[in-house]
């Protein structure tokens, strides 16, 4: 079955520790992005990938970088967290209009 | 500055009824309007979509409207049920550009029995 995943579901970490977010897809989708949320607020665009070797900064600045090196995989990284990065990410893919989404990870940076 | 907003944070609506939910766009670019929904804890879940040439499109129990003088689209949920009690997320997406989305705060939606 075609599918979007991503791991850790639930993370909590100390400040100063490098974390890497995974996602995958099985859905062969070209286009893959990565979203932050906040309770209560809207999904921001934290990066995105046209494609294998493509990567684009989205439109809420973040000191998050990505890797796009196979299609169906698109994992986040940052080097140094803090308690400002807590917060939920979404990784998304999509092949036409509609995105379709992961399950999140919650990150709980102390 | 916001481009698509929900402005409506919540909606209690009883079962059987219907739900209508709201959002407003700024963009006069914005080609394609989706809307999702989000359990707590997961990913959203997309429900129905319209293309800006429409002004309505029905998939069950959903249909979205889309008013294009007014920069208006809503979605009726008929009858409610308690399984639709969640968050709704209103996106909108520019001509050509990756298929990127803008999203709107979202509505939570109660549905009580």
């Known amino acids: 079955e075609a599918d979007i995943y991503q791991t850790p579901r639930y993370l909590v970490i100390g400040t100063g520790k490098k974390i890497t977010l995974e996602c995958s897809q099985t859905?062969?989708?070209?286009?893959m992005y990565w979203y932050q949320q906040d309770p209560g607020m809207e999904l921001h665009l934290i990066h995105y990938?046209?494609?294998?070797?493509?990567?684009e900064k989205g439109d809420l600045s973040s000191e998050s970088t990505v890797s796009r090196i196979r299609t169906e995989h698109f994992p986040l990284t940052l080097e140094s967290a803090r308690p400002s990065h807590t917060s939920q990410y979404l990784c998304?893919?999509?092949?036409?209009?509609?995105?379709?989404f992961g399950p999140g990870t919650r990150l709980t940076v102390l | 500055d916001q481009q698509v907003k929900q402005n409506s944070p919540s909606l209690s609506v009883q079962e059987g009824r219907i739900s209508i939910l709201n959002c407003d766009y700024t963009?006069?670019?914005?080609?394609?309007f989706l809307w999702y929904k989000k359990y707590p804890a997961e990913g959203p879940t997309f429900l129905i979509s319209?293309?800006?040439?429409?002004d309505k499109n029905e998939d069950g129990r959903f249909t979205v409207f889309l008013n294009k003088s007014a920069k208006h689209l809503s979605l009726h949920i008929v009858p409610s049920q308690p399984g639709d009690s969640a968050v709704y997320f209103c996106?909108?997406?520019?001509?050509?550009?990756?298929?990127?989305?803008?999203f709107g705060t979202g509505t939570r939606l109660q549905v009580t029995l």
């Open positions: 963009n006069s670019m914005f080609d394609y």
């Open positions: 998304a893919s999509s092949e036409f209009r509609e995105q379709f």
């Open positions: 990938s046209y494609g294998v070797n493509s990567t």
């Open positions: 996106a909108a997406r520019f001509t050509g550009t990756a298929s990127k989305l803008t």
């Open positions: 859905m062969g989708h070209d286009k």
């Open positions: 319209i293309s800006s040439i429409k």
